[in-house]
């Protein structure tokens, strides 16, 4: 077991400095710094605003800098549209929020879809595996961009329960749409996993076994059946992540969360570069670490792995 | 001696033409005859042709095009620029006064565009590497697919769009950008089949009779691996318009004055709070609808195709 945690970590730790080489390269091969405006500065304040920032280096030596300050003192460097500010107190602020609300679409999606799965495949071919299956295809098509405008149309303009948009502190009116918006998706295909690996577990051999030997329903479902049947699961829960960390930039623009998202896109129509990119790695060093704990995980519950 | 059996074997040709074909049942008429017993796939098949149909024939029976404006119209879309047969707007207008029947049918033809070249893109790369790595194998199988593990982890979408800021914001390089990023799965697949091809007699054959590896892959692995990348080529592409579609609505793809179904949304979805929803919803049934179309003719492919559940 050991000796795989080394191996997946060393993995990791390449996958990290890639991610950091290709944002870098692809800011620098950008047409135009961020300090080029319709009126150009002269060329002496030019130099020195460059030389501030370290722009002036040549570009390994920007590069290597700019490693060595987000690897060793996670510093992501200044913002270079906002002076003020570096890039560190921009994600500190958007942070937050977005994992408050990822959080709980992350709980939300595996809360409902699993239940709702593995009812549909207990009661395979009953009215509730309909509505299960009805509900898991429906919600395929329902992304979190198609998702938001309809729950605003629903509870903000038609029944005006919910406020459309804002967070003021992320109490739970402000909570409950972008969760929705946010999970919907991840819940059905959550959903629709479970079902057919619940299936496929349910109608095996050691089952089988359990229920001659005369265990109760309840004991072979919770004991036998629900921890193999995880397996596919736990294996699509890196690429949810991955959707769900991509969603929160459409619901940080549709209901101004004020998350990082809306700070990303915010730096993409600025071309405020280092908040870009800060943005970007934080994002990949997550997954990372995210799809690094879901092998872990699989690999500690999938009996046929061994080392 | 194969030069002097040259006359030999052309009469052996025209007479192999002149028999009548034998009424067997190859691979892909079975295929296709399970798949027109899937009811769900056809009727998907036939509602996303008259789709595509509609968003070719449409603007010839549109009273507005998609660049004008209506002036008329133009500011209080809320009260006059609702859908109607009379103002020739049949499915209303946006805040601008443009008509949404025309701009409807021109995203979809975008939308749909982009999500078929993003996915040829993506089968074109995905199948040449993962062909490649299946079938050299070795230390460069190693490498070829580590380098996609690592690709994999990196969340895609931020890159996208750092892309798109840094090259500009063009169709093709949105094209470019979601076909690139597209084609790791793809590679993964067609690897595993290659892996169980390249051990068949008839790639030794070849391999004996002293083709080159390169042909090899092109002329006898590739056609053989053609019905799993069928499958998961019609499942990219609603993959790839969900991406498109995405980043359209945050602003940051197709641009004015092309506008796509998620342009579109985000048009609308925009504009809600002034009681204009069909700005939203025409666009979004096409989306959804045509989306819930590929999925089942996808679906339908895969029952078809795949000799696993047969």
């Keep these: 077991m050991l000796n795989y945690v080394i191996k997946r970590i060393a993995i990791a730790i390449p996958t990290m400095l890639i991610l950091i080489i290709i944002s870098f390269l692809l800011m620098h091969s950008a047409p135009g710094g961020p300090f080029t405006s319709e009126r150009p500065l002269p060329p002496q304040v030019l130099a020195n605003i460059e030389a501030k ?9 920007q590069m290597v800098n700019y490693v060595w300050g987000v690897t060793t003192e996670f510093d992501f460097g200044p913002s270079f549209k906002y002076k003020d500010r570096t890039v560190n107190e921009i994600i500190g602020q ?9 959080f709980w679409s992350f709980v939300f999606a595996i809360g409902i879809g699993i239940p709702l799965g593995a009812i549909a495949a207990i009661r395979q071919n009953t009215w509730i595996d309909y509505l299960a299956v009805g509900v898991s295809i429906g919600a395929q098509v329902l992304p979190n961009f198609v998702m938001a ?35 919907t998706s991840y819940m059905a295909s959550i959903a629709r996993i479970t079902r057919s690996s619940m299936l496929e577990v349910l109608n095996s051999n050691f089952i089988r076994t359990a229920k001659a030997k005369g265990l109760p329903s309840r004991t072979i479902l919770l004991r036998h059946a629900l921890k193999p049947s995880m397996l596919p699961v736990i294996s699509y829960l890196g690429p949810a992540f991955v959707g769900l960390i991509t969603g929160s930039v459409v619901i940080d623009i549709y209901f101004s969360t004020g998350g990082m998202g809306y700070f990303f896109v915010n730096s993409a129509t600025n071309r405020d570069y280092s908040v870009m990119m800060g943005i970007t790695i934080l994002v990949g060093f997550l997954t990372i ?19 | 001696m194969i030069v002097a059996n040259k006359e030999k074997i052309a009469e052996m040709a025209e007479n192999l033409s002149g028999l009548d074909a034998v009424d067997g049942r190859s691979l892909w008429a079975d295929a296709r005859r399970r798949f027109t017993h899937n009811k769900a796939a056809v009727v998907s098949l036939v509602v996303l042709s008259m789709i595509v149909i509609f968003s070719f024939v449409g603007p010839y029976f549109a009273v507005w095009s998609n660049e004008e404006i209506d ?26 006064g443009r008509d949404i029947f025309s701009r409807v049918a021109q995203g979809t033809q975008i939308s749909l565009m982009v999500g078929v070249v993003g996915a040829f893109i993506a089968v074109l790369v995905g199948t040449l590497y ?32 750092l892309m798109l800021v840094v090259f500009g914001r063009s169709i093709g390089m949105l094209f470019v950008g979601i076909g690139l ?56 592409v609603p993959g790839m318009i969900l991406t498109e579609s995405f980043i359209s609505f945050l602003g940051l793809g197709v641009q004015e004055p092309n506008t796509s179904w998620g342009a579109l949304i985000s048009e609308g979805a925009g504009t809600i709070q002034y009681d204009t929803e069909w700005q939203l919803l025409f666009p979004l049934a096409f989306f959804v609808t045509s989306l819930f179309c590929f999925y089942f003719i996808g679906d339908g492919l895969r029952d078809a195709l795949d000799p696993k559940d047969r």
């Design chain 1, 149 to 183: 405008p309809l729950l605003v149309i629903t509870f903000t303009l038609w029944l005006g329960w919910l406020p459309g948009g804002g967070w003021s502190g992320g109490s739970i009116e402000y909570l409950i749409m972008p969760v929705i918006a946010l999970s």
């Design chain 1, 53 to 61: 920032y370290g722009l002036d280096q040549p570009l390994w030596r």
């Design chain 2, 181 to 236: 990023l597209a084609w790791l799965d793809m590679s993964r697949i067609v690897r595993g089949q290659t892996l169980s091809i390249k051990n068949k007699e008839f790639i030794e054959a070849a391999r004996a009779t002293g083709v080159s590896g390169f042909k090899i892959i092109v002329r006898h692995i590739v056609p053989n691996l053609l019905g799993v990348v069928a499958v998961y080529a019609t499942l990219l």
């Design chain 2, 71 to 96: 002036w008329a119209v133009m500011g209080s879309a809320a009260t006059k620029g609702m859908p109607s047969f009379e103002t020739g707007h049949f499915f209303g207008t946006d805040d601008l």
């Design chain 2, 130 to 161: 993962g062909a490649i790595a299946g079938y050299v194998g070795g230390r460069t199988d190693q490498i070829m697919m580590r380098t996609v593990d690592i690709l994999m982890a990196i969340p895609f979408m931020f890159v996208l769009i």
């Design chain 1, 94 to 102: 958007g942070f937050p929020i977005t994992l408050k609300y990822g």
């Design chain 1, 289 to 307: 670490m995210f799809s690094l704990v879901v092998d872990l995980l699989y690999a500690w519950i999938d009996p046929k792995i061994r080392y």
